[in-house]
T-cell receptor, first 113, second 111 residues
Framework: DAGVTQSPTHLIKTRGQQVTLRCSPK?????VSWYQQALGQGPQFIFQ???????QRGNFPDRFSGHQFPNYSSELNVNALLLGDSALYLC????????????FGSGTRLTVV | GDSVTQMEGPVTLSEEAFLTINCTYT??????LFWYVQYPGEGLQLLLK?????DKGSNKGFEATYRKETTSFHLEKGSVQVSDSAVYFC??????????FGKGTTLSVSS
C-alpha cells in the first residue's frame, strides 16, 4: 500500500519565479494538508483540502495557493518566490472520518536563489 | 490559539542512557497528542499518539502519557540507541483543525 508520494523531491528556483509541488495521498485518504518546514523549525500549516475545496488556511500570504483534484491528489503553487520560501514542503493525507490519522510524505526541498 | 512548547535542544546522550523530552501544550479543548520523528533528510514519521487523558502511547521503546492536569506529553525512553538520533516533534490536533507542532528537539546519541 503506497503511502503519501510527493514530487519533485528537490528543486531550485530563482527569486520571483513560480513553483508547483505535487502530492498523491495514501490510498483511501480523501484529505490533503500542506506544511512548510523551514530549516531548524517545526512544520507550519499552510492549508488543507477536502472535496476539492480549501477547508482551512494557516497564516500564509495569497502567493500560496492550492488545488485538489477528483482523485484526491493535490498541488501547492507558490508565486513570486522569495528567498524566505526556501524550505521543506510536506504533504499529509488523512481520512476525514478517521481522525486523527495523518500520514506524511517525505517532502519536497525547495531552494530559492 | 493552540500552541506547543518543547524543551530546547540539542540533547546529547550516550548509548543506553535514559531520555526525556518535555512537551507542554495550550489548547482550548481536549486535543489528541502526538510525537513525530524526523530522521536526517526525511519527512515525518508518527512515533506515538494519545487521544484522551491518561492514555499512554508507546512504540519502539518510547512512551508518553497524556497528562491533562499538567497539559503535558513528555517523551521517554529507558535506553537510547545511536539509531534514535533524530529530531523529535511534539504536536497537538483537535477535530476539524490542523496539526500544530512544536519547534522540535534534536537528539544525538553517541556510542
Amino acid at each position: 500500500d503506497a503511502g503519501v508520494t510527493q514530487s519533485p523531491t528537490h528543486l531550485i528556483k530563482t527569486r520571483g519565479q513560480q513553483v508547483t509541488l505535487r502530492c498523491s495521498p495514501k490510498s483511501g485518504h480523501d484529505t490533503v494538508s500542506w506544511y512548510q518546514q523551514a530549516l531548524g523549525q517545526g512544520p507550519q500549516f499552510i492549508f488543507q483540502y477536502y472535496e476539492e475545496e480549501e477547508r482551512q488556511r494557516g497564516n500564509f500570504p495569497d502567493r500560496f495557493s492550492g488545488h485538489q483534484f477528483p482523485n484526491y491528489s493535490s498541488e501547492l503553487n507558490v508565486n513570486a518566490l522569495l528567498l524566505g520560501d526556501s524550505a521543506l514542503y510536506l504533504c499529509a493525507s488523512s481520512l476525514v472520518q478517521s481522525f486523527p490519522g495523518y500520514t506524511f510524505g517525505s517532502g519536497t526541498r525547495l531552494t530559492v536563489v | 490559539g493552540d500552541s506547543v512548547t518543547q524543551m530546547e535542544g540539542p540533547v546529547t546522550l550516550s548509548e543506553e542512557a535514559f531520555l526525556t523530552i518535555n512537551c507542554t501544550y495550550t489548547a482550548t479543548g481536549y486535543p489528541s497528542l502526538f510525537w513525530y520523528v524526523q530522521y536526517p533528510g526525511e519527512g515525518l514519521q508518527l512515533l506515538l499518539k494519545a487521544t484522551k487523558a491518561d492514555d499512554k502511547g508507546s512504540n519502539k521503546g518510547f512512551e508518553a502519557t497524556y497528562r491533562k492536569e499538567t497539559t503535558s506529553f513528555h517523551l521517554e525512553k529507558g535506553s537510547v540507541q545511536v539509531s534514535d538520533s533524530a529530531v523529535y516533534f511534539c504536536a497537538i490536533n483537535q477535530a476539524g483543525t490542523a496539526l500544530i507542532f512544536g519547534k522540535g528537539t534534536t537528539l544525538s546519541v553517541s556510542s
